[in-house]
T-cell receptor, first 111, second 111 residues
Framework: DVKVTQSSRYLVKRTGEKVFLECVQD?????MFWYRQDPGLGLRLIYF???????EKGDIPEGYSVSREKKERFSLILESASTNQTSMYLC??????????FGPGTRLTVT | GENVEQHPSTLSVQEGDSAVIKCTYS??????FPWYKQELGKGPQLIID?????GEKKDQRIAVTLNKTAKHFSLHITETQPEDSAVYFC??????????FGTGTSLTVIP
């Protein structure tokens, strides 16, 4: 079974803090994704990566950056957390143009 | 970019009845349409998908239909059971790198 793990299930941070969300997949997938999920808005793509050190902006990249130094690991960085970044963050991975496998999510609260 | 609309946002059915969720998409180049089920506290999980060279696909109690001309696709769940209660998301993709998700349908199956 494909396994996508995320470093934290719940996270509480203060406004202005730098936040790191980590995602690891164990199936040698080339593609990895970060989404945020908000009620009534569905899943919105923040960034994706199709190879090590490669990244592409999604629909809502503002206020976020990413890092992919190893194939199995994709990190989402909030440079200076703000209250409007309170959300559920989902990581996913896929191989080629196939289905995405999602992690359990990290619920981030910024106070 | 692609725009995926999903209806209804909430759906309640009696156990044993059928449930239908509908999605429309805007980009005629989209060619892959997955459906995900998200249970409380978990990440979305693929339940069925369809590619644009196929009009219908079935897997036990779940079926998906695709009308490319009208640019809409639907999820059909027959003989619903309480464990089908969850949030369901449709998505569309043309590249396999970017997926556009609907806003989700919260399905409740009443025993």
């Amino acid at each position: 079974d494909v396994k996508v793990t995320q470093s934290s299930r719940y996270l509480v941070k203060r406004t202005g803090e730098k936040v790191f969300l980590e995602c690891v997949q164990d199936m040698d997938h080339e593609n990895m994704f970060w989404y945020r999920q908000d009620p009534g808005l569905g899943l919105r793509l923040i960034y994706f990566s199709y190879d090590v050190k490669m990244k592409e902006k999604g629909d809502i990249p503002e206020g976020y950056s990413v890092s992919r130094e190893k194939k199995e690991r994709f990190s989402l960085i909030l440079e200076s957390a703000s209250t409007n970044q309170t959300s559920m963050y989902l990581c996913a991975s896929s191989w080629g143009k196939n289905e995405q496998y999602f992690g359990p999510g990290t619920r981030l609260t910024v106070t | 970019g692609e725009n995926v609309e999903q209806h209804p946002s909430t759906l309640s059915v009696q156990e044993g009845d059928s449930a239908v969720i509908k999605c429309t998409y805007s980009d005629s180049a989209s060619n892959y349409f997955p459906w995900y089920k998200q249970e409380l506290g978990k990440g979305p999980q693929l339940i069925i998908d369809i590619r644009s060279n196929v009009g219908e696909k079935k897997d036990q109690r779940i079926a998906v239909t695709l009308n490319k001309t009208a640019k809409h696709f639907s999820l059909h769940i027959t003989e619903t059971q309480p464990e089908d209660s969850a949030v369901y998301f449709c998505a569309a993709s043309k590249t396999g790198n970017q997926f556009y998700f609907g806003t989700g349908t919260s399905l409740t199956v009443i025993p």
